[in-house]
């Protein structure tokens, strides 16, 4: 959740997308292929952040395996939603350092590919421009979320509060892609 107090007087907008529609538009073979493989996470560039506003990062932080001085962490490219059961493509190149089970040049590619794929087809993303004290609501463990870099130096500030999150998993026998899903049921 996230309440904005401080907008700048123009950009800043946030743009949200789908990771289950990022999914359901890869190939079947893309989509096997990217089932069977897990991905290493670092948000140790908080620390430099943290060290400069003279903050503290708390341990541990929610859920007791996210605990310690390392803030990194190996997660399924695609996971399964523990709620509805279905597949979303799960990485992030701000976070996602590689793929653990490929070559370094192969990671960079799929990694490279997935951003673009999700960044470049607008139509699977929302574009919300923000008033003062406008509340939104996500689920980080099926939406991708970032802000509009057209806003300079202006300051843009909010309130944020995450939930402590399950571990991310992969149910590859139970989960379903969305369309898999709602196929004949009219949505």
């Not at 123009?10 to 990771?19: P, Y």
């Not at 993303?125 to 008033?131: A, D, F, G, S, T």
Request: with cysteine.
């Amino acid at each position: 959740m996230l309440k904005m107090h401080t907008i700048p007087t123009t950009g800043g907008d946030t743009l949200w997308a789908s990771g289950y529609e990022a999914y359901d538009r890869l190939s079947p073979a893309y989509q096997k292929f990217l089932e069977g493989l897990t991905a290493e996470h670092d948000g140790n560039f908080f620390h430099r952040t943290a060290k400069l506003e003279n903050k503290k990062i708390q341990s541990p932080r929610g859920h007791i395996e996210n605990s310690g001085e390392d803030l990194r962490s190996v997660h399924p490219v695609v996971r399964t939603h523990p709620v509805t059961g279905w597949k979303t493509v799960f990485l992030n190149k701000t976070f996602t350092t590689r793929i653990i089970e490929l070559a370094p040049a192969e990671s960079e590619s799929v990694i490279d590919y997935l951003t673009r794929h999700v960044s470049e087809n607008h139509d699977l993303q929302v574009r919300y421009r923000w008033q003062q004290n406008d509340v939104a609501l996500w689920d980080n463990r099926c939406t991708f979320h970032t802000a509009t870099n057209d806003y300079g130096s202006a300051p843009r500030e909010g309130f944020r509060v995450v939930g402590v999150g399950e571990k991310p998993y992969f149910d590859k026998e139970g989960s379903k892609s969305r369309a898999e899903s709602l196929a004949g049921s009219g949505l």
